[in-house]
């Protein structure tokens, strides 16, 4: 018998059978299911008794059954998958599912994300598959996370996807579904077994979860006359040396050199925070509560339009009080405009007081500010590359910033 290639235009899934990954392919023209002789080491004979004694191979040919086999596939999400089979005499290698699982399963396959799909026992079986266009031959299939997996607070965590691609195929991550706080970025990578890797943020200060078979976007195959960019080593350990003695003094240790928590425990890694936090030791100077405006050329404009001045009366504070805000004198300047707004001294969790302003009569008649955020793909593929990943936070940020006169 004439085998047929993987790339017959069938469906294809590949799906692990006593440790070993095998080709499946999905037949709906196909009444029964039937496998090559060489299946029958990968699982167990039921029945000597098949439905048909033989199957119709290619240009009309009959081919011999001779028995029914049980096979226990393992798909990628590593869900157990029953199949029998009937061994055809004459076919050794292949494998095609017909219409009596489909039938007995209640199976749906979806040609949009290229999945074969099932309820069992109450849990959805997912079996991803490869199939090709008619026209371009591109094949764009559903991407889900490979088991579940924790993303710690505030870190960037690898996580394994399932891919419908050949092993070394290079291929595009789509991220398409919002996982909430946990942020994807688009990802050229390779597919190795029928999975790869991309990574995943999680902006929460809290820790995040991605449940098995989470569908996560899409996988979209690279053509192999595209130049994918490699990495110009700007990030190597000697380029990163040069750098940093190049912005400054990186040899002077800091006061409080010991007591910083770097977060990272690979010796070369703590060895460039530290030498960046030396180079910009002024910014982790305590500068008391009134911190140093920024250096930059900028300042803060209020737009209020035509809107008459706003003088809001000193509100009355306990004596208690009356001294937090004697200690911010040093911070607050008299003076004799035509604008005016009441201090409010909020108490936060750890039992400090903030002092704050309340500002909101004056936001009512500000203008507000119309422009674009910057798009978070964006964002995070400017990341590409880098190792370490940290959360910067601004002191006192709002006085920072200058308000124009």
């Not at 595009?172 to 706080?181: D, E, I, L, N």
Request: net charge negative; with cysteine; charged share 25%.
């Amino acid at each position: 018998m004439h085998q047929v290639g993987s790339d017959d235009g069938l469906p294809t899934a590949k799906m692990t059978v006593e440790g070993v990954q095998r080709l499946v392919k999905l037949d709906s023209c196909a009444r029964y299911t039937v496998a090559g002789t060489d299946w029958m080491a990968y699982g167990n004979k039921m029945s000597d008794e098949a439905p048909v004694d033989y199957v119709e191979g290619i240009g009309g040919f009959p081919l011999d059954v001779i028995g029914v086999w049980r096979f226990r596939f393992r798909s990628v999400f590593g869900e157990l998958v029953t199949m029998d089979a009937c061994i055809v005499k004459g076919c050794t290698e292949e494998f095609l599912l017909g219409t009596d699982f489909l039938k007995a399963k209640g199976a749906n396959m979806d040609f949009k994300r290229n999945e074969l799909r099932y309820r069992e026992d109450g849990r959805a079986v997912v079996i991803p598959f490869r199939a090709h266009d008619n026209g371009s031959g591109r094949r764009i299939a559903a991407v889900r996370m490979v088991g579940t997996t924790h993303l710690a607070a505030r870190t960037v965590t690898p996580v394994e996807v399932s891919v419908t691609a050949r092993d070394g195929e290079r291929g595009m991550f789509v991220p398409t579904h919002s996982v909430g706080a946990v942020l994807l970025a688009t990802t050229i990578t390779t597919a190795r077994g029928g999975r790869a890797w991309v990574a995943a943020v999680n902006t929460n200060g809290s820790p995040a979860r991605l449940p098995n078979k989470k569908e996560l976007g899409t996988w979209i195959p690279v053509d192999e006359d595209i130049t994918v960019l490699e990495m110009n080593k700007a990030m190597s350990t000697e380029r990163l040396d040069e750098w940093l003695s190049e912005l400054g003094d990186d040899e002077t240790h800091l006061d409080n050199e010991d007591e910083v928590d770097i977060g990272v425990t690979e010796p070369n890694s703590r060895k460039m925070v530290k030498k960046l936090l030396r180079v910009y030791r002024k910014l982790s100077t305590n500068a008391g509560d009134c911190t140093p405006a920024t250096a930059l050329n900028i300042s803060h404009h209020i737009d209020t339009g035509d809107t008459s001045p706003i003088m809001q009366k000193r509100r009355r504070h306990a004596q208690a009080e009356d001294r937090v805000i004697e200690e911010n004198a040093g911070v607050i300047e008299e003076g004799d405009g035509a604008w005016g707004f009441p201090v409010v001294l909020v108490r936060k969790i750890d039992g400090e007081v903030r002092f704050c302003i309340d500002y909101r009569a004056l936001n009512k008649a500000t203008k507000k500010d119309v422009y674009p955020l910057p798009r978070i793909d964006e964002t995070l593929e400017a990341l590409g590359g880098a190792f370490l990943f940290s959360t910067l936070d601004l002191k006192a940020g709002y006085w920072q910033i200058l308000v124009a006169a």
